[in-house]
């Protein structure tokens, strides 16, 4: 024990006083951000629908790390692509393994499909998933570093129905939602096609080396088809005259593309073939796609920031099993942009449902609180959506709250109730109250709400 003399406060001189200062706010990191409870209805509403057509066409979910290795994106999504070149969040961890965050989601889904053996399984294997991924994009509007993606792939059929039906499922979880989609659609072939194909873009390209960006001088080196999609506006106007994919396609692929086209057709799906379009990941083979809002189409060819932007994008991927060291086997699939998706519907003015709170379960003292608790969990249980505020004690202020929830009824426990095993129904309309049997307060509130029905 410290005995009162030997403890001494230490003396401070007036220059030693120490001003306190508030720690430095932190931030969300840039490109990231908190999504919060006022926007999460429009994201719920998303998932809801996404998840409910998924399920629908007998997809299966699937979870997969949002860590992988820094290969599976090297490879799988392509070294010269501009995500591998420039928007990875890779890092060394202590161990030395080189590990990536997600910047999407097809690359991890095939990963886990030959990890897990689902080879095994009767194909095709019709998965979705939903979550976070991370780019290193340069933020601006409709971008960030962290978003959100729903995703369906069919891995094993290479039939080109399941494309058509991949931007059909695309399409209806858009349509109902509220969006009007169209469909921005290309053929890019088998590799092959695209060797060929390949060396015809460069000897074009060579012949306007001089009007080339440093940036495009690059690309005609390590990726001369990304040059289709340059944001360059320079590049539009020789991109005009430069040779197109699909007449380098071979029959199979042609016949393949045509195939998608008329279950298109026959779907009601709108699209609009863009010759131009490539996408921005080395893993495709034959069809690719983007989705477009319909209320502003895009001139094919145009680049995303020319039009609006994309609110999802897919294609067949038949490749890239074999670039992750399983046995070759056809994909394909499609994933939509949920950041885009939710603000799309708040400039369309699209309003999600609110949970309705039919009761709010009102008490006046400790005893009238303590059953207010029970009541709560016996509406719960039978299906009643309730609100309540357990914590305020003064009736006007719970009055305030459930006026602000639209409930219909009130329950109002007070000590008199609690004596009486009696509880006091109030209709929050016309202010009328009427006094029950506490025991039977889930069959009358009942009662009453199918009454207002
Ligand atoms: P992606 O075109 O790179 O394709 O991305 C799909 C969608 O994700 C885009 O159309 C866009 O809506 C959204 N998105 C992409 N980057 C961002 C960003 N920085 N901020 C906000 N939204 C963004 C893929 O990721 C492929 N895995 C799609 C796929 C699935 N292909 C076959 N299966």
């Keep these: 024990m410290i005995k009162k003399k030997e403890f001494k406060k230490p003396v401070k001189k007036d220059a030693e006083v120490v001003v306190k200062k508030a720690p430095p706010s932190i931030a969300p990191v840039r490109g990231m951000r908190d999504i919060l409870p006022a926007e999460n209805p429009w994201w719920d509403m998303v998932r809801a629908k996404c998840r409910e057509i998924a399920v629908a066409y007998g997809f299966e979910h699937i979870d997969t790390p949002v860590l992988e290795e820094t290969a599976l994106f090297v490879r799988g999504v392509g070294k010269y692509t501009d995500i591998v070149e420039k928007e990875l969040y890779s890092f060394e961890t202590l161990g030395g393994s080189k590990l990536t965050l997600r910047p999407e989601g097809t690359a991890g889904v095939m990963r886990a499909?030959?990890?897990?053996?689902?080879?095994?399984?009767?194909?095709?294997?019709?998965?979705w998933y939903e979550g976070a991924m991370f780019r290193h994009d340069r933020p601006q509007h409709g971008r960030y570093r962290?978003?959100?993606?729903?995703?369906?792939?069919?891995?094993?059929e290479d039939d080109a129905v399941t494309d058509a039906q991949l931007i059909l499922i695309?399409?209806?979880?858009?349509?109902?939602?509220?969006?009007?989609?169209t469909i921005n659609i290309n053929s890019i072939g088998t590799p092959e096609v695209r060797t060929n194909y390949r060396n015809a873009l460069i000897s074009f390209f060579r012949g306007y080396r001089a009007k080339l960006s440093e940036e495009d001088k690059k690309r005609l080196l390590r990726n001369p088809m990304r040059l289709l999609d340059s944001k360059d506006p320079a590049m539009l106007e020789i991109r005009a005259e430069a040779p197109q994919i699909v007449d380098w396609l071979d029959e199979t692929s042609k016949m393949h593309f045509m195939r998608v086209l008329e279950y298109l057709d026959e779907s009601n799906v709108p699209y609009q073939l863009d010759p131009y379009l490539v996408r921005g990941?080395?893993?495709?083979?034959?069809?690719?796609?983007?989705?477009?809002?319909?209320?502003?189409?895009?001139?094919?060819?145009?680049?995303?920031?020319?039009?609006?932007?994309?609110?999802g994008g897919g294609g067949r991927y038949d490749g890239l099993a074999e670039i992750l060291g399983g046995r070759p086997t056809p994909a394909v699939g499609f994933?939509?942009?949920?950041?885009?998706v939710v603000s799309h519907l708040k400039t369309l003015g699209v309003r999600p449902e609110k949970f309705p709170r039919e009761v709010f379960v009102a008490q006046l003292g400790e005893q009238g609180r303590k059953k207010a608790l029970a009541i709560f969990e016996e509406l719960r249980k039978a299906g009643v959506s309730a609100g309540e505020a357990f914590s305020k004690d003064s009736i006007r202020v719970q009055m305030d709250v459930a006026n602000r929830l639209g409930a219909k009824f009130?329950?109002?426990?007070?000590?008199k109730e609690v004596?009486?095993?009696?509880?006091?129904?109030?209709?929050?309309?016309?202010?009328?109250?009427?006094?029950?049997?506490?025991?039977?307060?889930v069959q009358e509130i009942k009662k009453k709400l199918e009454h207002q029905v």
Excluded: W
Excluded at 410 to 415: L, M, R, S, T
């Design 419 to 441: 004596l009486d095993g009696t509880a006091l129904i109030r209709d929050m309309d016309s202010g009328t109250q009427e006094i029950v049997d506490a025991s039977k307060i």
């Design 113 to 127: 499909y030959i990890s897990n053996g689902m080879v095994n399984l009767p194909q095709p294997v019709k998965l």
């Design 281 to 311: 990941l080395d893993y495709y083979t034959g069809t690719v796609f983007e989705i477009f809002p319909e209320q502003e189409p895009v001139a094919p060819g145009m680049p995303e920031e020319a039009g609006p932007i994309a609110l």
């Design 410 to 415: 009130a329950i109002v426990i007070g000590q």
């Design 170 to 181: 695309s399409h209806i979880i858009l349509k109902e939602l509220g969006i009007k989609a």
């Design 335 to 340: 994933s939509l942009g949920l950041d885009r």
């Design 146 to 156: 962290q978003f959100y993606q729903f995703g369906c792939e069919v891995i094993g």
